[in-house]
T-cell receptor, first 112, second 113 residues
Framework: EDKVVQSPLSLVVHEGDTVTLNCSYE??????LLWYKQEKKAPTFLFML????IEKKSGRLSSILDKKELFSILNITATQTGDSAVYLC????????????FGQGTRLTINP | DTEVTQTPKHLVMGMTNKKSLKCEQH?????MYWYKQKAKKPPELMFV???????INESVPSRFSPECPNSSLLNLHLHALQPEDSALYLC????????????FGSGTRLTVV
């Protein structure tokens, strides 16, 4: 059975700190790994990673995938209170149709 | 239009009621999804429609009945639900070929009383 595990489940830091969120996976016929940010309702897309070792970057956020070790990390530098959210990692495997398997999420709280 | 629109945003229904959730997108996406998300849990896939045909049903109870009338619309018909079915129901869409632009709607917060 496909599985995605995120760590830590919860993280509290001070504004300005740098955080690293982890995502490991086991999935049949891996196609892509995605990171989402969820505040109150809909998850919003952050990154999609398909190739190993290539860093994706958007402002203070960056992510990288290691397909050999089956994990990804999401880094946030100079954190702000607006970064407080649940960060979801999801992996797509090819199973006849597109299907995402989500991890449990990391609840990140940034204190001023 | 780059959004997935879900209505209603909130719904309270009794266990004997029949109601429907609606999802609409105009991005030309040909795959549409229903997810269920309980509090402090990740979204769990319920159904996938690909080119308006049901391609995945994750062993969802028959009290949930999906419908895809056309490529832009996805409904979820609800009947005889249980209180444990209370959750956030998320709709999403993606291009059927390739996987760029998987977009979620803002969800319907369902409470079964």
């Amino acid at each position: 059975e496909d599985k995605v595990v995120q760590s830590p489940l919860s993280l509290v830091v001070h504004e300005g700190d740098t955080v690293t969120l982890n995502c490991s996976y086991e999935v049949t016929n891996f196609r892509s790994l995605l990171w989402y940010k969820q505040e109150k309702k809909a998850p919003t897309f952050l990154f999609m990673l398909t190739s190993s070792g290539i860093e994706k970057k958007s402002g203070r956020l960056s992510s990288i995938l290691d397909k050999k070790e089956l994990f990804s990390i999401l880094n946030i530098t100079a954190t702000q209170t607006g970064d407080s959210a649940v960060y979801l990692c999801a992996v797509e495997g090819i199973q006849g149709a597109q299907k995402l398997v989500f991890g449990q999420g990391t609840r990140l709280t940034i204190n001023p | 239009d780059t959004e997935v629109t879900q209505t209603p945003k909130h719904l309270v229904m009794g266990m004997t009621n029949k109601k429907s959730l609606k999802c609409e997108q105009h991005m030309g996406h040909r795959a549409m999804y229903w997810y269920k998300q309980k509090a402090k849990k990740p979204p769990e896939l319920m159904f996938v429609y690909s080119y308006e045909k049901l391609s995945i049903n994750e062993s969802v109870p028959s009290r949930f009945s999906p419908e895809c009338p056309n490529s832009s619309l996805l409904n979820l018909h609800l009947h005889a639900l249980q209180p444990e079915d209370s959750a956030l129901y998320l709709c999403a869409s993606s291009p059927s070929q390739g996987f760029y632009g998987y977009t979620f709607g803002s969800g319907t917060r369902l409470t079964v009383v």
